[in-house]
């Protein structure tokens, strides 16, 4: 992926984060750098996480526990970036918000590896 695909998801990655600030109470960005950092975060800590335990855990992945972690990615993310403050509950309506919104407009993040139905099969 180019530099230009990364910097655009992330950019649509902090506007959601915006939106998700304004709609769920417990949960604050302060801006939208903020958000982009948060998203920066988030995103790291995926892949992290993806990493140890597998595509079955991951903040992105399906399920309660995938739920649980990314509300706990969002809930920790608010101790390394700035003017970002969160509850427990409200991390947790934050991640399921943002799956909700996610199931609409899926943006999969820059770490993320995976077939998107467009390769070549040969």
């Known amino acids: 992926m180019h530099l230009l695909g990364h910097l655009v998801r992330f950019i649509v990655s902090a506007l959601v984060l915006m939106f998700v600030s304004w709609l769920?109470?417990?949960f604050s960005v302060g801006g939208f750098w903020s958000a982009f950092f948060l998203a920066l975060v988030i995103?790291?800590?995926a892949w992290i996480i993806e990493g140890i335990?597998?595509?079955?855990?991951?903040?992105?992945g399906r399920g309660i526990v995938g739920?649980?972690?990314s509300a706990l990615?969002?809930?920790?993310a608010q101790f390394i970036v700035t003017n970002v403050s969160t509850?427990?509950?409200g991390a947790i309506l934050a991640a399921l918000v943002i799956g909700i919104i996610d199931l609409f407009i899926p943006v999969k993040t820059p770490f993320e590896q995976g077939l998107t139905g467009r390769e070549d099969r040969r």
């Open 73 to 76: 990615v969002i809930w920790a």
């Open 24 to 26: 769920v109470p417990g």
């Open 43 to 45: 995103a790291i800590a």
């Open 53 to 60: 335990f597998g595509k079955q855990i991951t903040p992105f």
């Open 87 to 89: 509850s427990m509950i």
């Open 67 to 69: 739920f649980l972690v």
